[in-house]
T-cell receptor, first 116, second 113 residues
Framework: DTGVSQNPRHKITKRGQNVTFRCDPI?????LYWYRQTLGQGPEFLTY????????KSRLLSDRFSAERPKGSFSTLEIQRTEQGDSAMYLC??????????????FGPGTRLTVL | QQQVKQSPQSLIVQKGGISIINCAYE??????FPWYQQFPGKGPALLIA?????SEKKEGRFTISFNKSAKQFSLHIMDSQPGDSATYFC????????????FGSGTKLNVKP
């Protein structure tokens, strides 16, 4: 499967714990995006990487959130001191330089986080 | 402030009927409007997209109608099938910089057999 992959698919944690998610984009896609999707809502932009550079961060990304893409390939999203309000689906997407022919972003299946 | 407003929240259509989902936006700088389809447990997948220099785009049973002056666009699914049952999201972005999409809140479509 050459699509975007995300691990783990599900994560249950207790409030106050730290969690880390991984995203492997489509190879040769130099743009990588993280979104958060809560129940009944559309995805909300969190952050964006071009290669290893993090170029934009949403105000939704509080100080407890950090994202990295150290070698311009896979990315990690870490949430420190999780809160119940962090419970959501975390989606990763990738796209080639210029957004491709139709500006398409290719989404992974997401990581569903439940904070107890 | 929600950049893209989508309606209805849910939609039930009989097999063979037409499904219509509407979206409206405020920012006139948006110039790329995709529709994404999401099945349970899956990430969204691009269905069809339009740029504001055309008023309509059709791909198979799926058509986007775009009204630039009204700042509205809609998705029409002709001959709706049970396999079309999914959540549909409209979105808006900027052609010059695909750094992020602004998504609508989604429409859950249920096509009855």
């Amino acid at each position: 499967d050459t699509g975007v992959s995300q691990n783990p698919r599900h994560k249950i944690t207790k409030r106050g714990q730290n969690v880390t998610f991984r995203c492997d984009p489509i190879s040769e896609h130099n743009r990588l995006y993280w979104y958060r999707q809560t129940l009944g809502q559309g995805p909300e932009f969190l952050t964006y990487f071009q290669n290893e550079a993090q170029l934009e961060k949403s105000r939704l990304l509080s100080d407890r959130f950090s994202a990295e893409r150290p070698k311009g390939s896979f990315s990690t999203l870490e949430i420190q001191r999780t809160e119940q309000g962090d419970s959501a689906m975390y989606l990763c997407a990738s796209s080639p330089q210029g957004g491709g022919a139709y500006g398409e972003q290719f989404f992974g299946p997401g990581t569903r986080l439940t904070v107890l | 402030q929600q950049q893209v407003k989508q309606s209805p929240q849910s939609l039930i259509v009989q097999k063979g009927g037409i499904s219509i989902i509407n979206c409206a936006y405020e920012n006139t700088a948006f110039d790329y409007f995709p529709w994404y389809q999401q099945f349970p447990g899956k990430g969204p997948a691009l269905l069809i997209a339009i740029r504001p220099d055309v008023s309509e785009k059709k791909e198979g049973r799926f058509t986007i109608s775009f009204n630039k002056s009204a700042k509205q666009f809609s998705l029409h699914i002709m001959d709706s099938q049970p396999g079309d049952s999914a959540t549909y999201f409209c979105a808006a972005s900027y052609l010059y910089n695909f750094n992020k999409f602004y998504f609508g809140s989604g429409t859950k479509l249920n096509v009855k057999p």
